[in-house]
């Protein structure tokens, strides 16, 4: 067997991840903001529900697909968008979108992804989205919506919680950023990871792959990381979000909302869905679990606006509970980005194949059938 057939759990697949990859990546990947605490919040907010099996029914067939946004998928996971990820495995964006499609899924790539667009596109067997930024070069957000409007994108992701960049500090100590110190830590952390490192040497330079055209050195990731940071625009306002929603003209989903007030106000600018998100924990630490926060909005956005979740899901019971509270589906990154740094498309393959066998036996064990009956009714808000 290999390593990645011998994890029965995204636990697992974050320890082969962790053995597999220089400590500068890993902690690139599992690091949040400043002491972390939102990142801890979004795990453990899961833990403050406990279900409420019904027995007796007939649960010999369990069925796990969906629609979002007009799209049938054969699991309530979409693959959330994650920038630069050939830094973690040498199959990069290609094997986690022709995982996530294999398991009937679609996937998200990100504006600061290592392959393009069209690359992408050309490699997949499903459905894709595709995460922007409002960012201060409007030329080259124009750019990427018309290329991905060739390339039949299913809708834009638009990530609404980057006015600033949140002070990651594994990061600051690794040396992201800083070229130098980033590539010295590199090395260093590298040496004792072989495999990792072979490719690292043989394969293609990372770039930037979607803004070669708009980047000096090729888009070079080493090169010009500090200049992609500083497109980032901290006047970005709803307005600018309609701008962008009427220019795409499709599916437009605004990834980073945090509150019931902004929820509201996606709905009213027609926004087709929204992502309860955090980023994970990696910008403002302190913010809300996102779980916590998904029972409020349901209940005031009703059915104006698809509702989707991420941050802190390692197992299928999480997304059932996600699920039974409002979420039309649940959004995963680290959860695959461990599977990725752990055996490529496989790792990734066995990520999804553990969430979806968790779901089946969990929804069994609950006694519902079908997921799209799923409800509040299956679920107890815990005392602390």
Request: hydrophobic share 45%.
């Amino acid at each position: 067997m290999s390593r990645v057939n011998d994890c029965h759990s995204i636990a697992d697949l974050k320890a082969a991840a962790r053995a597999r990859m220089p400590s500068v990546l890993f902690d690139y990947i599992e690091g949040g903001a400043e002491d972390e605490i939102t990142a801890a919040w979004n795990r453990d907010a899961f833990s403050n529900y406990s279900f409420l099996p019904r027995t007796l029914r007939d649960v010999s067939k369990v069925n796990l697909s969906t629609t979002v946004q007009g799209i049938k998928i054969d699991l309530p996971i979409i693959a959330a968008p994650t920038g630069m990820t050939r830094m973690f495995h040498h199959e990069g964006e290609l094997a986690v979108a022709k995982a996530s499609h294999k398991a009937g899924t679609a996937y998200t790539l990100s504006s600061v992804a290592t392959t393009s667009i069209e690359d992408v596109a050309m490699a997949a067997k499903g459905p894709l989205f595709f995460q922007v930024y409002v960012w201060h070069n409007r030329k080259m957000v124009q750019d990427f919506m018309d290329r991905c409007r060739k390339m039949n994108y299913a809708g834009i992701m638009l990530a609404v919680d980057l006015a600033a960049l949140g002070k990651r500090e594994r990061d600051l100590r690794h040396g992201h950023g800083q070229a130098a110190k980033l590539k010295w830590n590199m090395a260093r952390s590298a040496i004792s990871k072989p495999a990792w490192l072979y490719h690292y040497l043989a394969e293609p330079k990372w770039r930037m792959a979607n803004m070669v055209q708009h980047l000096p050195h090729g888009a070079l990731a080493d090169k010009v990381l500090e200049k992609v940071n500083e497109q980032f625009d901290a006047s970005v306002t709803w307005e600018d979000a309609r701008e962008l929603m009427k220019a795409w003209g499709g599916k437009f989903i605004l990834k980073g909302i945090q509150c019931k007030e902004d929820a509201i106000l996606a709905a009213e600018m027609g926004a087709s869905g929204i992502v309860i998100s955090n980023h994970g924990g990696r910008q403002l630490d302190g913010a809300a679990a996102t779980l916590d926060l998904l029972p409020e909005i349901v209940e005031a956005v009703g059915n104006d606006i698809e509702v989707m979740i991420d941050g802190g899901i390692t197992r299928g019971s999480d997304v059932i509970k996600a699920l039974a509270l409002g979420a039309k589906a649940c959004l995963v990154g680290r959860a695959y980005m461990y599977g990725l740094g752990a055996g490529g498309e496989k790792g990734v393959t066995r990520c999804y194949d553990i969430l979806r066998e968790e779901m089946v036996r969990v929804m069994q064990l609950i006694g519902c059938s079908d997921v799209r009956e799923l409800g509040p009714q299956y679920l107890r808000k815990r005392i602390p």
